[in-house]
């Protein structure tokens, strides 16, 4: 991490929103689109996308486009703040956070989001016809 960016890292991560967004982010080590981390964060995907370019301009997530998907990736190369983010934050919201996301990706079809933005509901029940063991 370059010297004229700390302040804009520190700024950057002051909010929580975007410390649960890059939480998120840097503990999975996988790239999520902007539906993913509104189901797993639960909240309005204005918000996420928004905090998402906060994040973006401290250079501490990245995005890449496949097709009308852009999927954003932890992309810090400071192993002291990736340490920071992924071990500092505990409790709530955090593990709910992570459990959440965890759970979206399994809902995608050759690793890629296939889902979309969808109805808590709807989700819900694809989540829950995604388990092992539950019928489909």
């Given at each position: 991490?370059?010297?004229?960016?700390?302040?804009?890292?520190?700024k950057?991560?002051?909010d929580?929103?975007?410390?649960?967004?890059?939480h998120?982010?840097a503990?999975?080590?996988?790239?999520?689109?902007?539906?993913?981390l509104?189901?797993a964060?639960?909240l309005?995907?204005y918000?996420?996308?928004?905090?998402?370019?906060?994040?973006k301009?401290?250079?501490v997530?990245?995005?890449r486009?496949d097709?009308t998907?852009?999927?954003h990736?932890?992309?810090s190369?400071?192993p002291l703040?990736t340490r920071?983010v992924?071990?500092w934050?505990?409790?709530e919201?955090?593990?709910?956070?992570?459990?959440?996301?965890?759970?979206?990706l399994?809902l995608?079809?050759?690793?890629?989001?296939v889902v979309?933005?969808v109805?808590?509901?709807?989700?819900?029940?694809?989540?829950e016809?995604?388990?092992?063991?539950?019928p489909?």
């Amino acid at each position: 991490m370059e010297d004229e960016n700390h302040a804009a890292v520190l700024k950057a991560l002051a909010d929580e929103t975007r410390l649960r967004i890059a939480h998120v982010l840097a503990a999975t080590e996988l790239q999520a689109c902007v539906c993913e981390l509104v189901d797993a964060l639960e909240l309005p995907q204005y918000q996420v996308s928004r905090h998402l370019q906060v994040l973006k301009s401290a250079r501490v997530v990245a995005s890449r486009r496949d097709g009308t998907w852009i999927y954003h990736s932890w992309s810090s190369d400071s192993p002291l703040l990736t340490r920071f983010v992924t071990e500092w934050p505990r409790g709530e919201p955090f593990e709910h956070d992570r459990a959440r996301l965890h759970e979206r990706l399994t809902l995608r079809d050759g690793g890629k989001c296939v889902v979309g933005f969808v109805d808590p509901q709807e989700l819900s029940r694809m989540l829950e016809r995604a388990r092992p063991g539950s019928p489909r």
